[in-house]
Every structure is written in structure tokens, then in C-alpha cells.
């Protein structure tokens, strides 16, 4: 059983920056795929990126070019960094830890999420 915390979101302008954080204790995310997914109010969930444990990344449509995963093992720890932030980009962020070859992945591939970080794009 592996435990997620993400943590980085934030208020930020149009074509700003942020890190988003996922840190992992109990299992090493290393043996996991490790997804980010995003929720903004009245909308479905959907899925953001996924980084498996034989270190394939993809990325949803919208986010390509602007978005990038990184793992760090020493730190138990998968960053997503957010380059040239949108409106459209604001929403919770969850990381989840599961079982996933990405190419295509779901929410149901992953059982193990964080409590989530708010994300706000705005002018």
C-alpha cells in the first residue's frame, strides 16, 4: 500500500508557472505507474498524464508541449511541471498510483490517490 500527498497548486496568471508535487511513503512509486488527473467544478475528471514503472510518460491532448513529469527516486517524489498555464487548466489535481502501461489510462487502473492540490489560472 503506498500513501500519496500532492501539494504545489496556487493561484497564477495566464502563461505562468507551477510545480506540482506528489510525494509517496509506504511503497516506492518506482514499482507503480503514477498518473496526474484534474477535476474542475461541474466537470468530469480527466486525465492529465501518466508515467509508468517501465518509464513510459504520456500526456493528454491539451497539456502536451506545456506540461512535463519527472520522477525522483531519492525522493520518493513525481513532479509535474506546468509551463505557460492556461484558464482552461484550472481545477483539483490528484496524483494516483496503480497498475498501468499508459498509452491509454483510466481511473480505475489506479488505486491509491492523494488529497488532492487547487489549482487557479487567472488575470
Known amino acids: 500500500q503506498v500513501q500519496l500527498a500532492e501539494s504545489g497548486g496556487g493561484l497564477v496568471q495566464p502563461g505562468g508557472s507551477l510545480r506540482l508535487s506528489c510525494a509517496a511513503s509506504?511503497?516506492?512509486?518506482?514499482?507503480?505507474?503514477v498518473a496526474w488527473f484534474r477535476q474542475a467544478p461541474g466537470k468530469e475528471r480527466e486525465k492529465v498524464s501518466c508515467?509508468?514503472?517501465?518509464?513510459?510518460?504520456d500526456y493528454a491532448e491539451p497539456v502536451k508541449g506545456r506540461f512535463t513529469v519527472v520522477r525522483n527516486n531519492a525522493k520518493n517524489t513525481v513532479y509535474l511541471q506546468m509551463n505557460n498555464l492556461k484558464v482552461e487548466d484550472t481545477g483539483v489535481y490528484y496524483c494516483?498510483?496503480?497498475?498501468?502501461?499508459?498509452?491509454?489510462?483510466?481511473?480505475?487502473?489506479?488505486?491509491?490517490w492523494g488529497q488532492g492540490t487547487q489549482v487557479t489560472v487567472s488575470s
Open positions: 508515467f509508468s514503472h517501465r518509464d513510459r510518460i
Open positions: 509506504g511503497a516506492a512509486l518506482e514499482s507503480y505507474a
Open positions: 494516483a498510483a496503480g497498475f498501468s502501461l499508459c498509452g491509454s489510462w483510466y481511473s480505475y487502473d489506479f488505486e491509491s
